[in-house]
């Protein structure tokens, strides 16, 4: 690596409409962080990508804003005969995961208002998205399975419009079983696309997927020190009735089985343990 590419290149200095960088600047992000100083670019260029990254690594903006960019130039060449369609898919693991990503694009797309419309397919039951996809939303976000659905139900059509498929943790994607749905989509995809994978680890699954979806791609393996490798990361799962879990909690901090400093994840902190 030379010099040249260790200079931090600001989100200035990419090519990135003025109305992304007023969103950028109101998300508060002064710097790229390195999956996205790096993935940028690539992406501006038309490049499919593999992007090894955490969450943490700032991906979905990495993805989130080249997609928009790309979006805005195709709709700003408009010379009137252009029609509406949905251009962007974002596949995630989970509901929870595709309102994040939405949440992402949203504040992104923020000065964009009436220029770019984006729908999450995730929590909404079927019937409740499919009058809003009618409309042909410029992004659809949501998991496989709803996807595949709606595309089986044809309340939406990919097979000429979409110009970006971005999957977004792929290894979870095949852990929770979304192989099939996947297969399915995939095969109602126009023949060529832009395409980003996302992926903490590098399994068999991925490789596969890689192969089918990316084509002649940039692989962005970034360190990121600042994170503990897996190999250090140490996992348990209780399964436990409503009840038990305040129990467990007194157990573990009360035998001191948890040492240092903790972090923890709930859905809700309505019902307070302490
Ligand atoms: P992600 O890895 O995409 O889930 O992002 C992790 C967190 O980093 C999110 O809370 C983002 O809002 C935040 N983030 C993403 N990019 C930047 C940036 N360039 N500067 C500061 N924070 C960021």
Redesign the pocket.
């Known amino acids: 690596e030379n010099e040249e590419s260790k200079k931090n290149l600001p ?1 200035h200095e990419m090519e990135i409409d003025e109305r992304i960088l007023k969103a ?1 600047a109101k ?7 390195l ?2 100083e790096r993935g940028i670019p690539l992406l501006l260029e038309g490049k499919d990508l593999l992007a090894r ?10 993805f989130s804003i080249p997609l928009i960019q790309r979006i805005l130039d195709i709709k700003g060449k408009n010379d009137g005969s252009l029609t509406q369609a949905v251009r962007g898919v974002v596949l995630c693991p989970s509901r929870e995961l595709a309102r ?1 990503t939405t949440q ?1 694009l949203n504040a992104l797309a923020n000065s964009c208002v009436g220029i770019i419309r984006i729908v999450d397919i995730g929590a909404k039951d079927v019937s409740a998205v499919k009058p809003l996809l009618k409309d042909l939303p410029d992004i659809i976000v949501g998991t496989p399975g709803r996807l595949a659905q709606h595309i089986k139900e044809k309340n939406v059509d990919l097979s000429v419009s979409l110009e970006v498929l971005i999957i977004d943790e792929a290894d979870l994607i095949f852990s929770f079983g979304f192989e099939a749905d996947i297969r399915y989509i995939l095969e109602n995809l126009p023949p060529i696309y832009q395409a980003v994978l996302t992926s903490a680890t590098l399994s068999d699954d991925v490789e596969r997927l890689k192969k089918l979806v990316l084509n002649n791609p940039v692989i962005l393996k970034l360190s990121e020190p600042d994170l503990p490798d897996s190999s250090q990361l140490t996992q348990y799962m209780f399964k436990l009735e409503e009840e038990e879990k305040y129990v467990l909690i007194y157990a573990l901090f009360k035998l001191q089985l948890v040492r240092g400093r903790t972090i923890i994840f709930v859905s809700t902190d309505r019902k307070s343990v302490v």
């Open positions: 989100f950028i998300l508060g992000w002064i710097q790229p962080t999956i996205q990254g955490r969450t943490g690594s700032g991906k979905t903006g990495a994040q992402v």
